[in-house]
């Protein structure tokens, strides 16, 4: 009996599964929808590691399998061509079966709400049938279409009545995923990991905007929200309105308002948090030397705080996160400040940095987890914001992910401590918030 699903999504993947194979991983994903989203990333892995060794035997001038030299260079690429097709088609109905299984690709087509692509930033990619296809503005999405956004890319969809979905790069969804006939006029997207943002306009009654998650389904009358997933979390912020955001089996519905964020986790309830923002300057906080307060214009309150590269320095030898390093002792910043909820909360600046030697500093919250913060962006000579984002020491500046660093906070008083690391930044203004959505830019 093959009744692991790991078991069944390989021979699935493979070609080897039997009808009643099939129909126990149906019974999988109906008992864990989550399986959905691992055969989407062995239905990718497969892919990347096959092709990618049909890539190799071209290169070599073998054919990988029969153990014997390809007979002609071209011999070789029109197999590899041929085998990339069909491995293209086998992942691309894998997606479409995985998705099929949980209940979402069952619609006819022609009767669901039509969305044109608004603009296609980088290499977004679709997956229709058995093509893969690249996205350009103007063009329809289908039903069932496979939307793959990478890193550094975006895409707008709008539909008729004036709603619109940003998705942000890394980010991967199914367009109009409906299952049941009544839910089919419902505009519906899938988003299988990354984020997007959305300004809905007032649905009809009984007809809302769906947006599914993994974990979560999030009912839209109108409303401006941002959706996230990741790490096996789906997190919504809205900015106006109110959304009904429930687990993905429909349990647990929680109605979240203008101003809050809900996060929905495996085997946990869904939580409805009050967005909180703590700004403060930083010229109010405690400074040590050589750090120092200076003018300009064009910082928030006239005044920034930044340490001179002429002041004496000593070196520090110290120890953090299981790794040694001396450094130049820039002086401190301290902003003492309170938070009402406990969370995870991010935190941004209001920075400048005239190149690539003076764009960093040590970021730590009460003493803990102190990590590098780039002014990420690279965007020299002018005032901006920038996140605090994930860096490890064996990580250097030009590999960042652009992850933002999350602190997790209690109830009550905390400190906020930077400095330490370069001279001659200036750092004007600071928000600390549990919002994902945030973008302080935006907000002045």
């Not at 977004?124 to 890319?153: K, M, Q, W």
């Not at 495996?266 to 939580?271: A, H, I, Q, T």
Request: charged share 25%; net charge negative.
């Amino acid at each position: 009996m093959k009744n692991a699903p790991e078991e069944l999504v390989y021979l699935y993947l493979h070609g080897e599964a039997s009808e009643s194979d099939l129909e126990r991983l149906r019974e999988h994903i109906e008992r864990d929808p989550g399986l959905m989203s691992f055969i989407l990333e062995r239905a990718a892995l497969d892919y990347d590691l096959r092709w990618g060794a049909t890539r190799r035997s071209a290169a070599t001038g073998e054919t990988r399998g029969m153990g014997e030299p390809s007979s002609s260079p071209s011999g070789v690429r029109s197999r590899g061509r041929r085998f990339r097709r069909t491995l293209a088609a086998s992942v691309a109905a894998s997606i479409v079966f995985s998705v099929g299984l949980f209940g979402v690709l069952l619609a006819t087509r022609g009767s669901a709400p039509t969305a044109l692509i608004r603009s296609a930033q980088g290499a977004v990619s679709i997956v229709r049938g058995a093509r893969v296809h690249a996205a350009i503005a103007g063009e329809a999405l289908a039903a069932h279409d496979v939307v793959t956004i990478p890193e550094g890319a975006s895409l707008v969809l709008s539909y008729e009545d004036g709603t619109t979905l940003t998705f942000s790069g890394g980010s991967q969804g199914v367009f109009q995923p409906s299952a049941t006939s009544e839910a089919r006029s419902d505009k519906a997207l899938h988003l299988l990991r990354g984020s997007l943002s959305a300004d809905v306009a007032k649905q009809p009654a009984g007809h809302p905007l769906r947006l599914l998650t993994p974990q979560a389904t999030a009912t839209v009358l109108g409303t401006r929200l941002v959706l996230r997933v990741s790490d096996g979390i789906s997190e919504l912020s809205v900015r106006s309105g109110a959304v009904s955001f429930s687990k993905v089996d429909g349990s647990g519905a929680a109605l979240v308002h203008s101003g809050q964020f809900a996060q929905a986790v495996p085997e946990r309830d869904v939580s409805v948090t009050p967005a909180v923002s703590v700004a403060f300057e930083a010229e109010s906080g405690d400074l040590s030397a050589p750090m120092e307060v200076r003018r300009d214009p064009a910082a928030s309150g006239g005044a920034y705080v930044t340490c001179s590269a002429s002041a004496p320095r000593s070196v520090i030898d110290s120890e953090k996160n299981g790794f040694r390093r001396s450094r130049l002792d820039t002086g401190m910043l301290r902003l003492t400040f309170e938070v009402p909820a406990a969370g995870d909360y991010s935190v941004w600046m209001r920075a400048f940095a005239a190149d690539g030697n003076h764009d960093s500093v040590y970021v730590s919250i009460d003493g803990v987890a102190e990590r590098v913060a780039d002014f990420y962006g690279r965007r020299y000579g002018v005032w901006r914001w920038t996140p605090v984002v994930e860096r490890t020491p064996e990580q250097p500046a030009g590999e960042l992910k652009v992850e933002v660093r999350r602190f997790h906070l209690t109830p009550g008083p905390h400190v906020l401590s930077l400095g330490g690391r370069e001279s001659d930044y200036g750092i004007d203004r600071l928000i600390v918030t549990n919002s994902p959505d945030l973008v302080p830019e935006l907000e002045e």
